[in-house]
């Protein structure tokens, strides 16, 4: 008995990992008993389901770094979603595999088709990417049109086209085409996100849990342009706080890496074009001299805003292809200026209207085309664990009000450019709230608003304590180990929710 009692006292992590690994799935399997209608197999998301569990739980049991945990369940969770997700399934995809098909296999730039609309000429094949017999036949062409995603810069396609063009030359089919456009930016969208676990130097956690919501995971498996914009926007925000709170010396390869991270995350999607500023935070001692940090810093935001500038006058051309009623860009742009004030009480109360359900959205509650419905228990219980995440995170001591001030900041711009696009795109003049805007856009940036409230708590708890308290630095560095010890429940609802999506996905497809 007492050799029972010491062994239970020695290892009282594990088997804590090993029964909520048991729970857990007991909780799954009582869910899809309950979802899935009578009669249906559920073998494969059952097999895949114990994998995951299994896999997790041994590397709680053995201890594994907690990098390794995450990049273990990302790469499990991804192939899961492959598994439910049909072709078609993301939000648009399917004129965004034809934006990606133009761009790998006929031109950048798309072209004005014959009845007004923009797209371009491709093989009648990719229409009818559901037939899994459907070939490439580059003598039997037609116009595609693909108007909303001609806009989109050919560099939010990059992972994609690269798939669709390598998947082109060993086969002609074009659904197997379709999925090596999918691998590919599920797999490049998988190592920036891992290459960004690596190098932030804190809030690895919270980072992680943007990367595996039920809608993110379905982005990365799909040929959309989201995944790869959230990938390059969580690396790059992953290394200008490497640079600014880590690193000894700034060099020309920090400088490459976040001119190329920056460029693509801008010209993913202009609203994003806000997130360059976050390389003032880089102090100026990091440079060899103050010109230099002076020169990267304007050089980098210019070069972006220049560009992006450029593009904007191409791509809002192919907007002419894409017309709703009542709809005029010109003149919304016109009526905001005329009345600031009225188009911020627009913005305010389509916050107040829809704050909770883009919250909801950016989670998972709706997947496909907006028409598969998840448990509300799977967004719900997400957003807890991302409160309380970013409540539990110890961001680094060297953040400046000035850091955390700029962080709010760019979160609030790049929310009132998404606003102001939809309110541009999608939303009749005089409208008394803004249409058409999708929770999944706020995601690349949220983690700015996280830091900030994380940072912000963080200072208030250093001022309670009391100068003289000589356990002062001993409370904090308690709070710092424990806040570092991998949390078994942290990983554990991450994989329930996702299983229980997969089981939602799946219902849906019966």
Same mark, same amino acid.
């Given at each position: ?81 492959? $598994? ?181 995350? =801008? ?194 708890? $250093? ?23 991998? =949390? ?23």
């Amino acid at each position: 008995m007492e050799k029972i009692k010491l062994f239970a006292k020695q290892n009282t992590d594990k088997i804590v990992a090993v029964l909520i690994g048991l729970v857990v799935f007991v909780l799954w399997l009582m869910y899809t008993d309950v979802t899935m209608p009578d009669g249906t197999k559920t073998g494969d998301v059952t097999l895949f389901a114990l994998i995951l569990l299994f896999a997790l739980c041994i590397c709680l049991v053995l201890k594994v770094r907690e990098i390794v945990i995450m990049a273990i369940v990302f790469l499990l969770l991804i192939i899961g979603f492959s $598994k439910v997700n049909p072709l078609g399934n993301a939000a648009d995809e399917r004129s965004h595999f034809f934006r990606c098909y133009e761009i790998a296999n006929v031109s950048l730039i798309s072209r004005y088709l014959s009845d007004g609309n923009t797209g371009d000429i491709l093989p009648t094949a990719v229409m009818y990417f559901e037939d899994e017999n459907a070939t490439i036949d580059w003598n039997d062409t037609q116009e595609v049109a693909f108007s909303l995603m001609t806009v989109y810069a050919p560099v939010s396609y990059i992972p994609q086209a690269i798939g669709i063009k390598l998947t082109g030359l060993f086969t002609n089919n074009v659904q197997k085409i379709f999925w090596g456009g999918r691998w590919a930016n599920a797999l490049i969208c998988y190592l920036i996100c891992m290459a960004a676990l690596c190098v932030a130097p804190f809030g690895k956690r919270l980072l992680f849990l943007f990367m595996v919501f039920p809608m993110t995971l379905q982005e990365f498996m799909s040929v959309a342009a989201d995944g790869f914009a959230l990938s390059c926007a969580l690396f790059f925000f992953a290394y200008v706080c490497r640079l600014a709170y880590k690193s000894e010396e700034f060099k020309i390869k920090d400088a490459i890496i976040l001119a190329v991270a920056g460029l693509f995350i =801008s010209l993913s999607k202009i609203v994003y074009v806000v997130l360059i500023f976050l390389v003032l935070i880089i102090p100026d001692n990091k440079f060899k001299k103050k010109a230099h940090a002076v020169a990267f810093k304007t050089g980098i935001i210019v070069i972006n805003w220049v560009i992006n500038l450029a593009w904007l006058k191409i791509g809002s051309g192919f907007l002419k292809g894409f017309s709703m009623e009542n709809i005029d860009s010109g003149k919304q742009i016109k009526h905001i200026l005329s009345d600031v004030i009225g188009y911020i009480s627009v913005c305010v109360r389509t916050i107040a209207v829809f704050a909770v359900e883009w919250t909801s959205q950016m989670i998972g509650a709706v997947l496909g085309q907006a028409d598969i419905p998840l448990s509300g228990f799977i967004w719900i219980a997400l957003f807890v664990l991302l409160i309380v995440t970013c409540l539990k995170m110890r961001v680094d001591s060297k953040i400046k009000p000035f850091d955390r001030i700029l962080m709010l900041l760019i979160f609030f711009a790049a929310s009132g450019l998404i606003l102001t696009s939809e309110y541009l795109t999608w939303t009749p003049i005089g409208a008394p709230i803004i249409v058409g805007t999708q929770g999944r856009y706020f995601t690349p940036i949220l983690v700015f608003l996280c830091v900030f409230v994380a940072s912000a708590g963080q200072q208030n708890n $250093k001022k309670n304590i009391k100068e003289d308290d000589k356990n002062k630095a001993e409370i904090l560095k308690v709070a710092d180990e424990e806040e570092s010890k991998t =949390s078994p429940l942290y990983f554990y609802v991450i994989v329930l929710c996702n299983l229980m999506a997969i089981v939602d996905i799946a219902v849906h497809y019966v």
